[in-house]
């Protein structure tokens, strides 16, 4: 079986020294989730966050201080991370052909996800509540987006780090023991808030009030509001046909959209808005997330056929005159499950509610087309 080279620091069996680290201030409910075989925690590559400067890193990994929250990547943060696969030393005839990594995994090995909430848990504070009863009450429900064969994350690449194979595989290289003994690819890209999918608006219009989530926009008219009682945001449940938000779409797709807005569908909305009336940021710290990485194989049959005699010798006791016509054994598939922990980048939150008191009511616009023989 082929094996996966651990550093210690961003690669390597679960928990890495760094994550034991922030597990030992955790307690408990830092390793309620599930994990995998191997465990990712990409090297930072932006060191323009706060904290984050080279010299810090180098002082932080002295000091082995690198544990807090913040220390695992953050959403929106670009990142390189070099996977190297070798040959078992125990089994010397084994070639490496391939190796591929899908988050989408083909092999789900009795794994119900692809990804799940690692913070908070059943047994962590919520993140954004006041009360005791409120945290208890927290719960962020799992959606079917997170399944095997559903989870996406668009701007996540697995290819070899020379970027001459841009597909999600990685083809033998060679190594110190020659060709096929050692595979080096990057893992690379940067994660979105699309899983972080419990955000929400709720906007004041000229003719309505009206609730933009993950699952769309829903609304009510002013005259459908109860009054004397007061405002409960469940009774906004009318959904607005054609609207442009679902998972797919209500999320900033780069971190510039990220600073200002949910989406950018959402901009004309918050233009053409009179008002905020509130915005809900996700309740999830942390995600982690499931890849498969898939191995290729092969093992060199050790004997060989001679083209002369049409007999077969030993490999290792041949007449090295003789040209070689190797038998090859069928592709042998390895499956690692591996996981990595991806924090939400919380820092956006205040630059999008900014963002959107300073450009609501921009051009105050009916939200809902009027009411027939109105």
């Not at 005791?132 to 994350?153: F, H, I, M, S």
Request: net charge negative; hydrophobic share 40%.
């Amino acid at each position: 079986m082929p094996l996966v080279v651990p550093n210690y620091l961003s690669v390597g069996p679960y928990p890495l020294p760094l994550t034991l680290e922030y597990i030992a201030g955790r307690g408990l409910d830092a390793i309620a989730a599930p994990w995998g075989a191997v465990e990712l925690r990409p090297n930072w590559k932006d060191f323009s966050i706060p904290g984050r400067s080279t010299e810090a890193l180098q002082k932080g990994i002295q000091e082995a201080s690198l544990a807090d929250e913040d220390d695992f990547l953050r959403t929106y943060e670009d990142f390189s991370l070099p996977i190297t696969v070798v040959v078992n030393p125990d089994e010397p005839l084994e070639k490496l052909s391939k190796v591929s990594m899908v988050p989408l995994p083909p092999l789900t090995g009795g794994l119900p996800f692809s990804c799940m909430v690692e913070d908070p848990n059943s047994t962590t504070d919520a993140f954004r509540t006041f009360s005791e009863e409120d945290a208890k009450a927290l719960v962020v429900e799992a959606r079917d987006e997170w399944t095997p064969g559903n989870l996406d994350e668009p701007y996540i690449k697995f290819a070899d780090p020379f970027g001459t194979n841009p597909s999600q595989e990685a083809l033998a290289d060679f190594g110190p023991g020659g060709f096929g003994f050692e595979i080096t690819a990057n893992l690379e890209g940067y994660f979105t808030e699309k899983n972080f999918y419990d955000r929400e608006w709720i906007l004041r219009y000229p003719d309505a009030v009206a609730r933009f989530n993950t699952d769309g926009i829903k609304y009510i008219r002013y005259e459908d509001i109860p009054q004397g009682v007061a405002f409960d945001v469940d009774i906004i449940k009318k959904e607005l046909t054609g609207s442009p938000l679902n998972y797919n779409s209500f999320y900033p797709q780069t971190a510039l959209d990220a600073e200002i807005l949910e989406a950018p569908y959402m901009d004309s909305f918050i233009r053409r808005a009179e008002g905020v009336l509130s915005y809900k940021a996700s309740e999830i710290r942390k995600m982690r997330f499931f890849f498969w990485l898939r191995i290729e194989s092969y093992i060199v049959h050790p004997f060989f056929i001679s083209p002369q005699t049409n007999t077969p010798f030993n490999l290792f006791q041949r007449d090295t005159t003789i040209p070689l016509q190797l038998e090859l054994m069928p592709t042998i598939y390895t499956p690692i499950l591996c996981h990595m922990t991806v924090n939400l980048d919380s820092d956006f939150n205040e630059g999008r509610f900014d963002y959107a008191l300073e450009n609501v009511n921009t051009v105050p616009t009916n939200l809902l087309p009027p009411k027939p023989n109105a």
